[in-house]
């Protein structure tokens, strides 16, 4: 099942402590090194949807912290920087930061748009100072060092928004997982009860992204079914691709619902650009798919007949969609 919400603690690396140290000649001055920075935390933007799955396991995530600094004024290794790769459309909204002990942070929100995008979010710590930086002509042998600084510790909400150029919606059963199949050659899994789909699915036409969205049933926007958990999904998908069996016996009300479940979660989904897809044209005869495609033309300047088993009604969509987007 596919995770789109979750709750993180990002960490930049502590930086290591500073050294109390004397060189081994008689009366050798102080030559403690400094301490390493901490590594930094980025979150790095991925194809991968199911990454936020990695959540469910563990939730608090820390770049590596500095290595202590060494005699003779070496200072210690920088931590190594953590990478953690996130969906394309995943937003981090901060709950809390502690950038510096006594003072913290919440609000900002970071969002990740783009695949291989590397975001800095977590800082690591400054590495403390070794005795040999509090040597004076007043004080000759500082038996003291600096402990390194924590790095920034920021708590995120995490939430999954798809961005797709095409959003295939309907309700369950409408085709929609077997024409990603035959537009995109992805392998979205198909089976004839509903539900079949349980997270989107994604293929690609010449570098345009086509989601395919989980089957929407009455009372969606209440969360039934599979409900708001991918009515969300909607949002940042440029064009609607409306998927309507061409065998129901109340076509115009098949797709009404549907948009009354968009309307009643977010009124703004109803201004998309819409196509209509009439799916599994093979089904009826030619004479009754026009009387299928008649009830839906008052709703759609784009109505357009479709069958996985029709070489030539595939060609025709792909051909609609990169026009759409070129």
């Known amino acids: 099942m596919l995770i789109d919400e979750a709750h993180v603690i990002l960490s930049g690396g502590h930086g290591g402590a500073g050294k109390v140290s004397f ?26 949807l199911t990454l936020l799955n990695q959540f469910s396991v563990e939730n608090e995530f ?12 070496k200072t210690g290794k920088r931590g190594n920087d953590l990478e953690i790769r996130l969906p394309v459309g995943t937003i981090l909204t901060e709950t809390s930061t502690e950038r510096a002990p006594g003072y ?9 748009t783009k695949v291989g995008e590397k975001i800095l979010v977590a800082r690591g710590g400054k590495g403390g100072k070794g005795n040999w930086e509090f040597r004076a002509p ?12 924590p790095g920034e510790r920021r708590e995120f909400s995490v939430e999954l928004k798809l961005i797709a150029d095409f959003g295939l919606i309907g309700i369950p059963n409408a085709g929609k997982s077997s024409l990603l199949n035959e537009l995109t050659h992805a392998k979205a899994k198909i089976g004839n009860f509903a ?16 989601a395919d969205i989980p089957g929407l049933i009455e009372g969606a926007h209440e969360g039934r ?15 609607l691709l409306h998927c309507i069996e061409a065998t129901s016996d109340q076509i115009t009300e098949t797709y009404k619902l549907v948009r009354s479940e968009l309307k009643k979660y977010d009124s703004s989904l109803l201004k998309k650009k819409e196509i209509i897809l009439v799916t599994k044209s093979d089904l009826i005869s030619p004479e009754e798919l026009k009387k299928q495609m008649k009830k839906l033309m008052p709703f759609s300047d784009t109505v357009m007949p479709v069958s996985i088993h029709d070489y030539e009604s595939i060609e025709k969509i792909k051909s609609l969609l990169l026009a759409e987007v070129n």
Do not use: C
Not at 138 to 149: D, N, Y
């Open 138 to 149: 007043h004080r000759t042998t500082p038996k003291f060092a600096q402990s390194g600084l």
């Open 62 to 73: 820390a770049a590596q912290d500095g290595d202590p600094g060494k005699q003779k004024k």
């Open 23 to 48: 060189g081994k000649m008689a009366k050798s001055g102080p030559d403690g090194g400094n301490g390493g920075m901490g590594g930094d935390l980025y979150v790095v933007g991925s194809s991968d």
């Open 195 to 210: 539900f079949t789909t349980l997270s989107p699915n994604l293929g690609e036409i010449e570098g345009h992204i086509i």
């Open 104 to 112: 913290v942070s919440h609000g900002e929100q970071i969002e990740v």
């Open 225 to 239: 079914g599979l409900g708001i958990k991918f009515l969300k999904h909607i949002e940042k998908v440029r064009v």
